[in-house]
């Protein structure tokens, strides 16, 4: 009977575990994405200022670069849950996951 407990303990343990790991990769999207929306935010006064369409190119691509490493991360993150969740997908389904963030 002890072992059970233990084994269901472990289990929870395990359970919990992957929960800080969720939440991780949660607060790492997000500040991914404020980080963006930061970088947005100064393109925008980069346009309406006028500035050289060089700077505001680069700073564009960094925003965009930015939102794809946030869009992997949520990918990667939930691949697990992705192939094997309640809403399951095929490795096709996955691939053109990723393939639209590329």
Known sequence: MTSIARGAGARAGAGQ???ADDDQ???AVL???RRAQGQLAGVIAM???GRDCREVVTQLAAVSRAIDRAGF???ASN???CLAGETAMTA??????????A
């Open 79 to 81: 691949m697990r849950q």
């Open 31 to 33: 500040n991914r994405l």
């Open 73 to 75: 991360k949520v990918v």
């Open 25 to 27: 990769a949660r607060d």
């Open 47 to 49: 346009v309406e200022q």
């Open 92 to 101: 096709d389904e996955l691939e053109r996951l990723f393939l639209a963030l």
């Open 17 to 19: 575990a992957a929960a």
